[in-house]
T-cell receptor, first 115, second 111 residues
Framework: GAGVSQSPRYKVAKRGQDVALRCDPISGHVSLFWYQQALGQGPEFLTY????????KSGLPSDRFFAERPEGSVSTLKIQRTQQEDSAVYLC?????????????FGPGTRLTVT | GQQLNQSPQSMFIQEGEDVSMNCTSS?????WLWYKQDPGEGPVLLIA?????ELTSNGRLTAQFGITRKDSFLNISASIPSDVGIYFCAGLVTGYSTLTFGKGTMLLVSP
């Protein structure tokens, strides 16, 4: 594909429900990143994969958040027992993973609203 | 989490005016990036800066990597209505994967 795609674009969940957010990175991109963007704020790092290995998950706010990338391409961010404070836009980014690894390309995001 | 300090928070200007915004940090970064985010979209990379003191242009955009490595500046010349959006700075420490973002500067351009 031409860019990073994310689905769904919008998700409304009742408090306590589990949600799963999908990211399809740019084909061939080794590295994949998840960010959380609260209203009026900049994106904040959640977790990072290189291929299928999750190398950094220091930004995950609680053990209710879980991410996986089992085959080194598509990634899923799962949030269990959603809370109102989880409401945010969840952004996925990817890059080639070579020396210019800082050039991260973002998807459109999934806007999660927890009611 | 840590965020960079961006100023101003918002700007409302007339088409054709030049715009300046900046970003500061208490920590040193080895790379500075500037992104633009339109409503309902993800951030789009505008300019990347790799060396302290570096000045880089991309069309009407010019950005500078501060000598102290703790700040960066973005200038937009001759603004046009499609420049409307939120501009984010982001810093990266070499060897780490994570970008640290500012809170953004919202730019509004009046035709």
């Amino acid at each position: 594909g031409a860019g990073v795609s994310q689905s769904p674009r919008y998700k409304v969940a009742k408090r306590g429900q589990d949600v799963a957010l999908r990211c399809d990175p740019i084909s061939g991109h080794v590295s994949l990143f998840w960010y959380q963007q609260a209203l009026g704020q900049g994106p904040e790092f959640l977790t990072y994969f290189q291929n299928e290995a999750q190398l950094d998950k220091s930004g995950l706010p609680s053990d209710r958040f879980f991410a996986e990338r089992p085959e080194g391409s598509v990634s899923t961010l799962k949030i269990q027992r959603t809370q109102q404070e989880d409401s945010a836009v969840y952004l996925c980014a990817s890059n080639r993973g070579d020396s210019r690894y800082y050039e991260q390309y973002f998807g459109p995001g999934t806007r999660l609203t927890v009611t | 989490g840590q965020q960079l300090n961006q100023s101003p928070q918002s700007m409302f200007i007339q088409e054709g005016e030049d715009v300046s915004m900046n970003c500061t940090s208490s920590s040193i970064f080895n790379t500075w990036l500037w992104y633009k985010q339109d409503p309902g979209e993800g951030p789009v990379l505008l300019i990347a800066l790799y060396k302290a003191g570096e000045l880089t242009s991309n069309g009407r955009l010019t950005a500078q990597f501060g000598i102290t490595r703790k700040d960066s500046f973005l200038n937009i010349s001759a603004s046009i209505p499609s420049d409307v959006g939120i501009y984010f700075c982001a810093g990266l420490v070499t060897g780490y994967s994570t970008l640290t973002f500012g809170k953004g500067t919202m730019l509004l351009v009046s035709p």
